[in-house]
Structures are given as structure tokens and as C-alpha cells.
């Protein structure tokens, strides 16, 4: 993205950001007990840079593939190169940083945190209800993960003190939609599960 894209040279820093949950959960199962609820602070502020890749596939109009209502479709092989980078970036990175929840569920686990199967279910729909928060004041609000330590009490007023219905719907319309992506994530490791004999929870 960073030496080939001609459009979407911002997405190196999206999807690095979305690679720092990522880089965390390598880190849960070795970590001392108060690592882990640290690692797990930072899991939890950079999260969110995962499902929010999938936002980015609104940067595709500003490719000029579609020629408007005649439905031609260009054959820029620059323009579809940009595409594929936009794809690649947000599919690979925007699975693999949601993936992560799982990681840190299956660990709660092992630690003994959570009891109970619905224990992991009901934090997997707060996770998502926060991320869906923190995509809104993102991506509409402007606001990044770095605010929450640059300008705290700032970011923490936007972002929970300041309210709309539009706001709310937002968050459950995209709360559905990570549940969704989250469902199909547990999909692919169920089916990688029969073969290997092995337990997600």
C-alpha cells in the first residue's frame, strides 16, 4: 500500500493499527496475571482498529472503475490494483485482529476469569457494542485510539457523554454486523476444528 497504491496510501496506517491487537494476543498466554490485564487495557483501545477496516470499503468510489449508470466497468489495471490492495488490507487485517477476540475469550478460559459458556458470549456483544462506539466517534467524530492518551478527558466526553438517535442506531446496525463477521470467523475455526479434533472453548 505504501509503494504501490495510488489512491489508498492512508490504509498503511489503518491497517498497522489494526495489526497492534494482533501483535497483543501473541502475548496473552505467557503473560504474569497483571500483564495480562494490562495487555488486555491496550487489547481493548486498539480492537476496534479491526472492525473498522471494513468501513474503508467506502474509499472505493473514489476509484474511477464504475463509469455511473451505464454499469461499464474500467479495466485500469492501476485502479484495479489499488482495489485489490484496498481488499487485501481490509479482509486480511479486519479478520485477523477480530480473530483476536477469540484468543482473548479462550484465555479468560484457561484462567479461569469466565465460568461459564455465556460468560464468553455476553463479553463478546459488549466488545462488539464498544467497538461499534468507538467506529462511530472514528469515523465520524474523527477520533483515534492515540486521543485516549493524548486528550483523555476530551475523548472520553465525546465519546460517552454525547448522544443522538442516529448515534444509537449506528451502534446496533454495526454491532449486528461484527456479530455477523465474529459468527463467521467461530465458522471457519469450527470447520478447522473437526478436522484437528479440537475444542474452540
Given amino acids: 500500500m505504501l509503494f ?27 503473560a504474569t496475571k497483571q500483564l495480562f490485564f494490562l495487555l488486555g487495557m491496550f487489547w481493548l483501545l486498539f ?10 470499503f467506502f474509499h472505493l ?14 479495466q485500469s489495471l492501476s485502479a484495479w490494483l489499488s482495489f485489490s490492495l484496498l481488499t487485501i488490507g481490509i479482509c486480511v487485517y479486519g479478520y485477523l485482529g477480530m480473530a483476536t477476540l477469540i484468543t482473548i475469550i479462550k484465555e479468560c478460559y484457561r484462567r479461569g476469569l469466565f465460568k ?20 462511530f466517534v472514528g469515523r465520524f467524530d474523527r ?6 492518551l493524548t486528550k483523555p478527558i476530551q ?17 446496533i446496525l454495526l454491532t449486528g454486523l461484527q456479530l455477523i463477521l465474529f459468527a463467521s470467523i467461530i465458522g471457519v475455526r469450527a470447520l478447522d476444528s473437526e478436522v484437528d479434533g479440537e475444542k474452540l472453548y
Fill in 143 to 148: 477520533l483515534h485510539s492515540v486521543h485516549l
Fill in 61 to 74: 468510489e473514489q476509484l474511477p472503475i464504475y463509469h455511473g449508470m451505464n454499469q461499464l466497468f474500467g
Fill in 4 to 30: 504501490f497504491a495510488k489512491v489508498y496510501h492512508f490504509m498503511a496506517l489503518n491497517v498497522l493499527l489494526a495489526y497492534i491487537p494482533l501483535e497483543l494476543s501473541f502475548h496473552f498466554k505467557k
Fill in 47 to 56: 480492537y476496534p482498529n479491526a472492525p473498522y477496516l471494513f468501513t474503508d
Fill in 116 to 135: 461459564s459458556r455465556w460468560h464468553g458470549v455476553i463479553f463478546v456483544i459488549v466488545i462488539n457494542a464498544l467497538s461499534s462506539l468507538a467506529i
Fill in 155 to 171: 475523548t472520553i466526553q465525546i465519546i460517552f457523554l454525547q448522544w443522538s438517535v442516529d448515534k444509537g442506531l449506528f451502534i
